[in-house]
């Protein structure tokens, strides 16, 4: 089985990670985590893994990690994810040059919502 994640999936995971080593705090990490793969991969990855739990398969993951760096972590999940016979593929975050576009979808979005609010007065 193969499993991708795109760039807006690892941009959130990369705040994450950010967050994580800032605040010394996991529980939002390991939520985020498990909300970048489709109810589906979750499915197939926990009838491939001992525990049969996805939420557990990656708090362990989350235990073994050093809470240093992206890198680290990505490598864990790899490596777990290959023992249950999962390829893990993603864009490395370095790489990653969607935060431009997403700034500019956002701006879009608060002009959109500008205009939109004075179309509502008239």
Request: a negative charge; charged letters at 45%; hydrophobic letters at 35%.
């Amino acid at each position: 089985m193969e499993i991708f994640l795109n760039k807006r999936a690892m941009r959130q995971v990369r705040l994450s990670v950010a967050d994580a080593i800032e605040d010394g705090e996991i529980d939002a990490l390991r939520e985020d985590l498990v909300g970048v793969f489709s109810d589906d991969d979750i499915e197939e990855i926990e009838r491939r893994i001992d525990s049969g739990d996805f939420y557990d398969f990656i708090t362990e993951i989350l235990e073994e990690w050093s809470g240093e760096d992206l890198d680290e972590l990505m490598e864990l999940l790899e490596t777990q994810l290959a023992d249950a016979d999962v390829d893990l593929k993603y864009t490395a975050p370095e790489n990653d040059d969607s935060d431009d576009d997403v700034e500019e979808e956002e701006e879009e979005t608060e002009e959109e919502l500008i205009v939109d609010e004075s179309d509502d007065d008239v």
